[in-house]
C-alpha cells in the first residue's frame, strides 16, 4: 500500500456486520482464541447501542473497505471521580501495518474520551505483540501493572 493513504475513521454502522465480524475474527485469532457466535451478536448489538458507558467502536476505512477497528468503553473508578476509558479491543489488517491506521484509531478513542470527559485511556496487550508496543510506546506510557484473573 502506497504511504498517501486516505483513510477513514469513523463510528461502526449496522451495515458494517459482516466487515467487523471478518476484522474482529481476525484479531481474536491472533491472540489464538475464539468466541461462541451469538457473542458475535451480542458484542455488535452492543457497539451500536446508545448507552455510552456500554461499548463504543469506531473503524478505520481505506477506499470503501473496513481495514481496522477499535471497541473502548468508559466505566467509574474507585481512584477518580471521572470515569475512565478503557481500549478493550484494537486490530488492524495486516496489508495496512505500518501505514498510521491503529495509531488513528487510538487516537479517535482519545478524542471520544475527552469529549466525554474522560482524559484516563487505558490498554492491555500480551508481552509478544512486538508489532504493536512498538506504537504503543510511542503513544502511551507502559505501567507497571500485571494482570491476574480468576481460573476458570
Not at 504511504?3 to 459482516?18: G, K, M, N, Q, Y
Not at 501495518?97 to 495509531?103: A, H, Y
Not at 492491555?124 to 507502559?142: C, M, P, S, W
Request: hydrophobic share 45%.
Amino acid at each position: 500500500m502506497s504511504a498517501e493513504l486516505t483513510v477513514t475513521i469513523r463510528p461502526l454502522t449496522a451495515a458494517d456486520r459482516s466487515s467487523w465480524a471478518r476484522l474482529w475474527d481476525a484479531y481474536l485469532q491472533f491472540y489464538k482464541t475464539s468466541v461462541a457466535p451469538e457473542v458475535y451478536g451480542s458484542t455488535f448489538a452492543r457497539l451500536l447501542g446508545n448507552d455510552i458507558r456500554d461499548f463504543n467502536a469506531f473503524v478505520a476505512e481505506i477506499d470503501g473497505k473496513l481495514v481496522g477497528l477499535v471497541h473502548y468503553l468508559f466505566h467509574r473508578h474507585a481512584w477518580k471521580v471521572e470515569d475512565v476509558c478503557y481500549l478493550q479491543d484494537l486490530y488492524a489488517d495486516p496489508s495496512v501495518r505500518g501505514t498510521g491506521v491503529g495509531r488513528k484509531l487510538i487516537e479517535a478513542v482519545y478524542a471520544a474520551a475527552d469529549a466525554n470527559g474522560t482524559p484516563s485511556v487505558y490498554w492491555l496487550t500480551q508481552d509478544f505483540n512486538a508489532e504493536a508496543r512498538k506504537l504503543y510506546d510511542r503513544i502511551g506510557v507502559l505501567t507497571p501493572f500485571i494482570r491476574y484473573q480468576r481460573p476458570l
